[in-house]
């Protein structure tokens, strides 16, 4: 059954138009420097994520296992990881700790020395729903599953209310996910809706190690359960995933909101190198991509290579264009924001 579900979201992820009605990173603009004052060959795009230094600030955000086809998309990902040195994350790792003979489409990625590896499980998951909550138990396995550097609580409750068999119940997740993070090192990440300034401080105080914001602006799971209501022709989810297609906080606007003292990752809907440059130059230490990368890694190690080449490349003639000879330079570079971005950052101010 998951193990369909794994399959359904990734044929649909490939092949329909999944995506939120309007890219926000298209509303940030910044301003050239005519004269950049620095050669392109002394931009460094290292950082620190965590325990980790990475060459670039990129995440291959958490997609898929559980099955062949997956098994594939993660060794490819994982190679193209290994390659540039970036972190990796994998996607729920329920399907594995349930059938344990689903392991290998998930451990497939420790065949690779990659930098920093992100196990990943639902909230959902957390708190007793039709089944049980995984314990400490099910925690560690997932971790030493993939031999992982910090643990990916996922956060999807649009995607749990538009899916047929969804989990419903939500009550005592943030005390799971404090009494997890005292234990292993967490990432909460938002799968498409964003994290608000409220939340990002409830997740503080929770102790996790970061927030991944996955926010509006590119898949949407709201459509791509639209998709699979369609197909079983359940009309009540296939309304609601129309609905709420476009639900949730604008991915820039959603990484100034959690600026609260913790590493933020600017995630959804980043589609090349200049939006990774304007998800650094709004707060974030890094940026997580998914579907950008998905058809790539279904196809081939070369190909997400090859596509990750010209993220980084377009990054760092971003960063020429602001002056910025570091990463973190690129915050000090100047922009604009406009509508309909705009009075989301103004909310804040
Ligand atoms: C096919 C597919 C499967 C996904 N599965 C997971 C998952 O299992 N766990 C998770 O945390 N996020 C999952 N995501 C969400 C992504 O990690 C990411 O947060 C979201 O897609 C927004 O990024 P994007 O606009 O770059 O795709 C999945 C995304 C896609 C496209």
Redesign the pocket.
């Known amino acids: 059954m998951i193990e369909q579900r794994k399959e359904e979201?990734?044929r649909i992820?490939e092949n329909e138009r999944v995506i939120s009605e309007h890219n926000f990173w298209d509303d940030i603009q910044f301003v050239h420097y005519a004269l950049p004052e620095i050669d392109f060959e002394q931009i460094d795009c290292s950082i620190n994520l965590l325990s980790a230094k990475l060459d670039y600030p990129i995440i291959i955000?958490?997609?898929?296992g559980g099955t062949q086809l997956a098994k594939k998309i993660n060794r490819n990902l994982a190679a193209a990881a290994e390659k540039l040195h970036l972190a990796m994350?994998v996607?729920?790792m329920r399907a594995a700790i349930e059938k344990p003979e689903l392991s290998d489409t998930f451990s497939v990625i420790s065949e690779f020395k990659i930098p920093f590896k992100l196990a990943?499980i639902?909230a959902p998951q957390l708190i007793n729903q039709s089944k049980n909550a995984f314990g400490s138990g099910e925690i560690e396995k997932a971790i030493t599953m993939i031999e992982a550097d910090a643990l990916?609580i996922?956060l999807n409750f649009l995607q749990e209310m538009i899916q047929p068999e969804g989990d419903r119940r939500a009550k005592g997740i943030l005390k799971r996910i404090s009494e997890i993070a005292s234990s292993f090192p967490v990432i909460v990440?938002?799968?498409?809706n964003g994290i608000s300034r409220e939340i990002a401080l409830e997740l503080k105080d929770a102790g996790v190690k970061g927030i991944d914001v996955?926010g509006l602006?590119?898949?949407s799971f709201a459509a791509i359960e639209y998709y699979r209501a369609k197909i079983i022709n359940d009309e009540e989810k296939m309304n609601s995933g129309n609905t709420f297609w476009n639900w949730g906080i604008p991915s820039p606007a959603s990484i100034v909101y959690c600026q609260v003292g913790l590493p933020v990752i600017g995630?959804?809907?980043?589609r090349n190198g200049l939006d990774l440059a304007r998800a650094i130059s709004m707060g974030a230490v890094a940026g997580?991509?998914?579907?950008?990368l998905?058809k790539n890694a279904d196809d081939s190690e070369d190909s997400v290579v090859k596509n990750l080449s010209l993220i980084i490349r377009d990054l760092k003639i971003a960063m020429f264009l602001t002056r910025s000879k570091t990463v973190n330079d690129l915050k000090k570079a100047r922009k604009v924001i406009v509508d309909p971005l705009k009075p989301w950052i103004d909310l804040h101010a």
Do not use: D, V
Request: hydrophobic fraction near 20%; aromatic fraction near 6%.
């Open positions: 979201h990734i992820a955000s958490s997609m898929t994350g996607g729920s990943n639902g990916y996922h990440k938002e799968t498409g996955g602006g590119g898949t995630s959804g809907g980043l997580g991509f998914a579907r950008t998905l």
